[in-house]
């Protein structure tokens, strides 16, 4: 073999062993990137999982946060104001909503000695139980929230007043003792259906 053949032969052999290189390298170097793309897109994946929990967790606090300071912009509270005048054989009471949200009624009981007040034919309860009361009226005028009505945030609304004859009119204790017989129980909720504190006159003793 001439020394031209013998540098043919390495030459053919030097280029195909650098072209076995190249091309096992492009193979690696695809491998490479074909891992770094996988855990690329895996991290990408778990990233956007954990935006995705995130911005949710997020939304649901804020809409509770809102939620909750919607309620509290609305909250009633309902309690009851007496008015009386002795001299005019006068005595009333009122419901007022001192909250800063209305009021919607679900229940207005009356009681009268500890029984809850029925109706007698066309004589609802209220007015049933005040006729019971044991002193000369020479007006009165009672009033029930019926379930479902509202009253709005400040309202005042009078359920109760009697006026006595002037020509003879009890002692001022007697006319409350009398009252003190009737009881009051208000249930009602906040604009959205929340149930509120129920109002009890019993729960005040002496309410009058």
Sequence with gaps: MTGTELLDLVS?????????????????LSLLVAVFVWRQSRADAKLAKETAEFTRRTTEEAAQ???????????????????????????????????????????FTVYIDGQEATATGHVRPFENAVLQLEFAINRYYTSTPVEGAGLSAGAVEKIFSIELHRDNLPLTAAVLTQIQRLALRIEYTDLYGNVMPTYDSRDNGEWF
Aim: glycine share 6%.
């Design 65 to 107: 946060f809102a939620k909750e300071t919607a309620v509290m912009s609305v909250k009633p509270h309902l309690s009851l104001n007496t008015n009386r005048s002795p001299p005019k054989g006068i005595y009333e009471a009122s419901i007022q909503n001192n909250g800063i949200g209305p009021a919607l009624i679900k229940s």
């Design 12 to 28: 053919t052999n030097l280029m195909a062993l650098f072209g076995f290189a190249a091309s096992n390298s492009i193979a690696l």
